[in-house]
């Protein structure tokens, strides 16, 4: 993202953009297999599993879908379970909507639906450490398309692999490995550590319930730890 | 499930995910969230993230406490510390693949 020595135009923005993004791509492509993947374990169908990656373009929230579906939790449950992981979306759009205020809400809208981890994290860098720059949005739009289209890509090549592989090689074992490597980055202090460690521990202990009710239990008592670890370092 | 559920199941989290991405958008200069929602926010990853793992790796037998799956806790610690030096998935992914079949012929 260094300074261009020709005049930015909205093309050369865009570009910016997907070059930017380019080096997360190969991070993306095993996450989307497993999510085709995943979700065919769980009983959908190919088209439901296809669909699923184009209506919700969220993995980790994915993922949890199709685990309650394949434990056969009621419908409620399944939805709560799965906008319980996205409602961090409401943390980034909060911090990029001053940023979006001059633009209509059909583009607005769109911009919602491609937001995604990465796409906030390097859109947001571009307009909070280079306000100066115009094209903001094309950056934005470079950055998270590339990943739409990954992430569909993917799940259909996890879909026709996942319909093709023996049950013996034990393929959905991907699905926690890959949790892991979304897990270990998003610990970045104590207390998020001991959230962590207290979500999966109660999980583990709440394995019995019903439904996977061990999940948002697991979750919120991991919150409530890591917000009473902040609380006491900072008091 | 049936299909018909998983359909309206499908929809109801694609419309829900928007929402949660638009709605800050729409209304932004109009409504603020409350700081302490955000602050406990930020812990919502790590702590479901490790309530999905930790259950997946670590399952024990209803009577004690040995892992039913030795292979699986074992290959997933090896894979925690393999997303910690790299911070790579598909490396985290492909080794932990590879040490749970060793694991399986091994144990």
């Known amino acids: ?77 399944v939805v709560i379970g799965a906008l319980t992981v996205n409602l961090r979306f409401l943390l980034y759009s909060t911090s990029l909507a001053p940023h979006m205020q001059g633009l209509s809400q059909l583009r607005r809208a769109l911009n919602a639906y491609i937001m995604t981890d990465q796409a906030y994290a390097f859109g947001i860098r571009r307009y909070t450490e280079f306000p100066e720059r115009p094209y903001a949005e094309s950056y934005y739009l470079g950055a998270a398309l590339p990943l739409l289209a990954t992430w569909l890509l993917s799940t259909l090549t996890g879909i026709l692999l996942g319909s ?54 697991g979750a919120l008592c991991g919150i409530l730890a890591g917000v009473l670890a902040r609380g006491r370092r900072n008091g | ?63 004690g406490f040995l892992p039913e799956q030795p292979a699986h806790l074992l290959a997933g610690l090896l894979a925690i510390g393999i997303a910690w030096k790299t911070r790579n998935m598909l490396a985290t992914i492909l080794c932990g693949m590879l040490a749970m079949w060793i694991l399986e012929i091994w144990l």
């Open chain 1, 1 to 77: 993202m260094s300074s261009p020595a020709r005049p930015e135009t909205a093309r050369s923005t865009f570009l910016e953009g997907v070059r930017d993004i380019s080096v997360l791509i190969p991070g993306v492509i095993p996450f989307g297999m497993v999510a085709g993947i995943a979700a065919l374990q769980a009983g959908l169908s190919p088209l439901q599993a296809f669909c699923g990656s184009l209506c919700i373009f969220a993995g980790a929230s994915q993922l949890v879908a199709y685990e309650l579906i394949g434990n056969a939790a009621p419908l409620a449950l």
């Open chain 1, 164 to 217: 093709g592989v023996p049950a013996e090689w034990g393929l959905e074992f991907a699905i926690p490995l890959c949790f892991i490597a979304i897990l270990v980055p998003a610990v970045k202090d104590r207390p998020g550590l001991l959230a962590a460690l207290t979500g999966g521990s109660v999980a583990i202990l709440a394995g019995g319930l019903p439904w996977k009710l061990s999940l948002i239990i």
């Open chain 2, 1 to 63: 499930m049936d299909s018909g559920m998983v359909w309206l199941a499908i929809i109801l989290i694609g419309l829900g995910t928007f929402l949660l991405r638009y709605v800050m958008l729409a209304v932004v200069g109009q409504v603020q969230l409350p700081a302490r929602l955000f602050e406990a926010l930020k812990f919502l990853p790590p702590a479901i993230l490790a309530a999905l793992v930790l259950p997946a790796i670590y399952r024990h037998d209803p009577q």
